[in-house]
């Protein structure tokens, strides 16, 4: 199986900062990597699919690069709506598997 | 408007079995890729199961394997996962998925998602 590792865990960040979560993936997924984001009691959004294509109505401060094996979800300018969890996922390979997820939180 | 609606959760005690639905609305629901997806209590995302829009194909997460079946019935609209032997780690909210593609869940992603129905297997 593909183990997915999202760094941070957990950070805290201010309305306005521009804020980095990184996703390691154990081998080559090539592009094949998205990015969710939860809000609690909520179900996941799907954020970014194929490692840098923004889904419909997703804000442009949301952006995605990288490929092989390390991958990076960049918020431009965090806002108050964007506190919430966020995951990546490869569909590289069965099993489907998700980073274990970061948590960003308002400083 | 897609909209994906799960239910048949509930309590249920350990090797008992449980079937949950998902109703899906708003696409062409024979032309995607359906999965789904468990969220155990303060934990995070662990794909299960996924079947081809055709129903032909199907695949398991190594924890489920041989004790869930995914299916579905394209005239009903309808996906289901029935889940025998349950055990207490399969305690979760089970949420289901659509794909972006009608082959697979592979090379795409979930692009629409339900609201989930929660699984207590507990004595």
């Known amino acids: 199986d593909i183990q997915m590792t999202q760094s941070p865990s957990s950070l805290s960040a201010s309305v306005g900062d521009r804020v980095t979560i990184t996703c390691r993936a154990s081998q080559s997924i090539t592009s094949y990597l998205n990015w969710y984001q939860q809000k609690p009691g909520k179900a996941p959004q799907l954020l970014i699919y194929t490692t840098s294509s923004l889904q419909s109505g997703v804000p442009s401060r949301f952006s995605g690069s990288g490929s092989g094996t390390d991958f990076t979800l960049t918020i431009s300018s965090l806002q108050p709506e964007d506190f919430a969890t966020y995951y990546c996922q490869q569909s590289y390979s069965t099993p489907r598997t998700f980073g274990q997820g970061t948590k960003v939180e308002i400083k | 408007e897609v909209q994906l609606l799960e239910s048949g959760g509930g309590l249920v005690q350990p090797g008992g079995s449980l079937r949950l639905s998902c109703a899906a609305s708003g696409f062409t629901f024979n032309s995607y890729a359906m999965s789904w997806v468990r969220q155990a209590p303060g934990k995070g995302l662990e794909w299960v199961s996924a079947i081809t829009g055709s129903g032909d194909t199907t695949s398991y997460a190594d924890s489920v394997r041989g004790r869930f079946t995914i299916s579905r019935d394209n005239s009903k609209n309808t996906l289901w996962l029935q889940m025998n032997s349950l055990r207490a780690d399969d305690t979760a909210l089970y949420y289901c998925?659509?794909?972006?593609?009608?082959?697979?869940?592979?090379?795409?992603?979930?692009?629409?998602w339900g609201q989930g129905t929660l699984v207590t297997v507990s004595s």
């Open positions: 998925a659509r794909c972006g593609t009608t082959s697979s869940c592979l090379q795409t992603a979930f692009d629409f």
